[in-house]
Nanobody, 123 residues
C-alpha cells in the first residue's frame, strides 16, 4: 500500500520561511512526477509547483503567485519532495498537499495524495 506523508508545516510571520517535505512509502516501482498543491478556506485546490520529469535535472514549474519565492525539489531515489517557501505572505495560508504520479509494483499507475499539512502565515 502506498502512503505519502507530509511534514514541516506550521505558523510563520509574513516574510519568514518554511520548508515542507513529503515522503512516499510502499510498493513503488517508479515515480513519474511530483507536485505540491494547496487549498485555502473557501477556495479550490490549486497547483503550486510540479516536477513533471526527472530527466535533465528535473526542474520545477511554478504558479505565478509563488514564482521567485518558492522552490520545489525532488529526490526520486528517496521518494521525497520538498517545498522551500520564502518571503511568505498571509495569502499563502492554506493546507498544502503533495501529489505523486507513480507506478506500483503491482503495475497500478495513478495519482496518490498526502494527507495535507497546514501552513499559516500571520503576524
Amino acid at each position: 500500500q502506498v502512503q505519502l506523508v507530509e511534514s514541516g508545516g506550521g505558523l510563520a510571520q509574513p516574510g519568514e520561511s518554511l520548508r515542507i517535505s513529503c515522503v512516499a512509502s510502499g510498493n513503488i516501482l517508479k515515480i513519474s512526477s511530483m507536485a505540491w498543491y494547496r487549498q485555502a478556506p473557501g477556495k479550490e485546490r490549486e497547483e503550486v509547483a510540479a516536477i513533471t520529469t526527472f530527466t535533465s535535472g528535473g526542474s520545477a514549474n511554478y504558479a505565478d503567485s509563488v514564482k521567485g519565492r518558492f522552490t520545489m525539489s525532488g529526490d526520486n531515489s528517496k521518494k521525497t519532495a520538498y517545498l522551500q517557501m520564502n518571503s511568505l505572505k498571509p495569502e499563502d495560508t492554506a493546507v498544502y498537499y503533495c501529489q505523486f504520479n507513480l507506478l506500483t509494483e503491482s503495475w497500478t499507475a495513478g495519482d496518490y495524495w498526502g494527507q495535507g499539512t497546514q501552513v499559516t502565515v500571520s503576524s
